[in-house]
């Protein structure tokens, strides 16, 4: 017996050195780098410009943003480093393609050939990077990009890379170098079409980080070039230290200083082409010991950079009869900004473009998810151009006949996610209220709603196919009708047969 309390007390021990090592010390220790190199480095950086590749006037009349002026910029931060013997990378934290008509009519090449021509050192896999599909971006896209495309953490499912994980930058003296590694959300199949993503495995980004620098990194100074979202990037710092920077998106959050978590910078640079970050940083014997950074606004001061205007003005000219021709007219504006759209309060775009869906497939109601608008209607004349900045994704719209449980779980579901979701729904022939949290349908297709009667609806491909983490379309619909247009045409024929949006229009779709 005073054997097994001997042995007992033995166990504990060890144990208590144990996790005094690790938390004491040790975990530090594991992440000790060996790596005696010292260097001066800039990293310039971009993050969800989705397809805002020209300047767009501000409140003032002014333009800013584009990449254009973000050339001007970076081309002078380069001249100046290499005179002062400072190291220059320019990085893209993921979601080039996607959101205006120059992105949707040219599949992501135009985004493509302005990074090649802009001297990128490398891309991260953003979600909207699959919107025109696997096939484009492996086959078309990839090939034809002068930098890598990065992501560690999306795998085929028998477990070999999509992308290349990382790369490995070699500085001057062929002894320091750089370990810059790319990681995606998690749930990118929520975030574009199913299909464009199908076979493909989104592994835990925490897990892939570690494990890259464990094997790789503690000989490197490592930088994470992540499109996660800054609050994940910030876990991602803390959980793995061994990162000196993080270069994030996918949360449009500008940040004008770096987060410093322990010895990790967390970086990015808002949305839509509006800044360039900055980060200076003095590496010490593998170590950051000073830096600086900072969000370059691309205002009105800064000239466009002839090249890639060049670049800009040829595809303009490509697609100028299309974009534009003159399909109607609006005496209203309707709001189409993120906020307006991805919530729970009806907003009359939202609304009409639901109506729309409705209309022509002849259903009780519409449902649009709010992320799939990404502009307003301002008024005066309404082009084929607008139209794609409305509504840039190729989406079907189709019908679905649904038992009214169901559809009251899917509207329930819309309300509690967080607003400036882009699983909001905005809704046409739906009427409810809200009473004491509880959800309670009044009206479908101006009929009384019954919890047992079915009613169809509208939605667009990407919702039935589990977009936006909506399951119980394909789940529980009893009737799906799949052939359908695409929502931007049902939408720009809508605008050519009415001639002009009118507040007398607008309520009559309400």
């Given amino acids: 017996m005073i054997t097994n309390v001997v042995r007992k007390t033995f166990r504990s021990l060890i144990a208590f050195l144990v996790l005094t090592f690790f938390f004491g010390f040790g975990a530090t220790s594991l992440w000790a780098k ?21 300047p767009e006037k501000d409140g003032n009349g002014l333009l800013t943003g584009g990449f254009a002026k973000a050339m001007t910029v970076i081309e002078k931060i380069r001249k100046a480093n290499d005179a002062d013997g400072r190291i220059t990378l320019t990085l893209l934290a993921g979601d080039l393609f996607t959101g205006t008509a120059y992105a949707a009519v040219f599949k992501g090449a135009l985004g493509v050939q302005l990074m090649d021509a802009m001297n990128f050192s490398a891309m991260a896999v953003g979600n909207h990077e699959f919107d025109y599909g696997l096939p484009n971006l492996i086959r078309n896209l990839r090939p034809a990009m002068k930098f890598p495309l990065l992501s560690a953490n999306i ?3 028998d477990g070999n890379p999509v992308f290349k994980p990382y790369v490995v930058k070699k500085l001057p003296d062929k002894k320091c170098k750089i370990l810059i590694f790319g990681l995606t959300t998690g749930n990118t199949p929520e975030l574009t079409h199913p299909k464009n993503v199908k076979g493909l495995v989104f592994e835990d980004p ?30 991602l710092g803390l959980l793995c230290p061994g990162i000196d920077v993080i270069i994030g998106g996918h949360s449009h959050t500008a940040l004008f200083e770096p987060v410093k978590l322990g010895d990790t910078l967390v970086c990015q640079a808002g949305a839509y082409a509006q800044y360039v970050g900055r980060l200076d940083v003095d590496v010490k014997n593998g170590r950051i010991e000073n830096y600086n950074g ?3 606004k691309l205002d009105g001061t800064i000239e466009e950079d002839p090249r890639i205007s060049s670049i800009l003005q040829k595809y303009s000219s490509k697609m100028a009869p299309f974009f534009s021709e003159v399909i109607g007219s609006s005496d209203i504006a309707l709001d189409g900004s993120l906020s307006a759209v991805r919530s729970s309060t009806p907003n009359r775009l939202g609304v009409l473009v639901a109506y729309v869906m409705a209309r022509a497939t002849e259903t009780d109601a519409g449902l649009i998810n709010g992320g799939a608008i990404r502009d307003g209607v301002k008024v005066g004349s309404i082009t084929n151009g607008d139209i794609y900045g409305i509504l840039p994704f190729q989406n079907l719209v189709m019908k679905v006949v649904m038992k009214g449980t169901d559809l009251r779980s899917v509207l329930r579901r819309s309300l509690d996610l967080p607003e400036r979701s882009g699983g909001k729904l905005q809704t046409y022939g739906i009427r409810y209220e809200i009473v004491n949290q509880e959800l309670s349908l ?5 009929k009384n709603f019954n919890p047992d009667d079915y009613y169809s609806v ?24 799949p052939d359908g247009l695409p929502l931007n045409q049902i939408f720009s024929d809508y605008i050519r047969n009415n001639k002009q949006i009118t507040t007398s229009l607008i309520d009559s779709s309400n």
């Fill in 34 to 54: 060996e790596f005696p190199c010292s260097f001066k480095l800039t990293i310039l950086y971009m993050n969800d410009t989705h397809g805002h590749y020209s």
């Fill in 155 to 157: 795998r085929y499912a």
């Fill in 206 to 235: 925490v897990n892939v980080a570690r494990q890259i620098v464990e094997k790789r990194g503690k000989d490197k100074f490592v930088i994470a070039l992540t499109h996660l979202g800054v609050e994940k990037d910030k876990k």
């Fill in 294 to 296: 900072e969000l370059i």
């Fill in 442 to 446: 009044k009206e479908i297709g101006q």
């Fill in 458 to 481: 509208a939605l667009t491909d990407f919702l039935f196919a589990g977009g936006d983490g909506y399951k119980d379309f394909a789940l529980k619909a009893r009737t799906v009708y």
